[in-house]
């Protein structure tokens, strides 16, 4: 799973494929997750690059 950690900007970013993948999810679950209980997933934010 580290080769899908990327240093962005000083920040370590993991792309939401990965990170639903990592919780056996689908993205859209994932999102759903983070919007129902903001609080389990603090160090989040809702940047999505299109």
Same mark, same amino acid.
């Given at each position: 799973?580290? !080769?899908?950690?990327?240093?962005?900007?000083? !920040?370590?970013?993991?792309?939401?494929?990965?990170?639903?993948?990592?919780?056996?999810?689908?993205?859209?679950?994932?999102?759903?997750?983070?919007?129902?209980?903001?609080?389990?997933?603090?160090?989040?934010?809702?940047?999505?690059?299109?």
């Amino acid at each position: 799973m580290r !080769q899908n950690i990327f240093a962005i900007r000083g !920040q370590k970013v993991i792309p939401e494929f990965d990170f639903a993948r990592l919780y056996k999810v689908e993205t859209s679950t994932l999102h759903q997750a983070i919007k129902r209980n903001p609080a389990s997933f603090p160090t989040i934010s809702d940047l999505h690059l299109e």
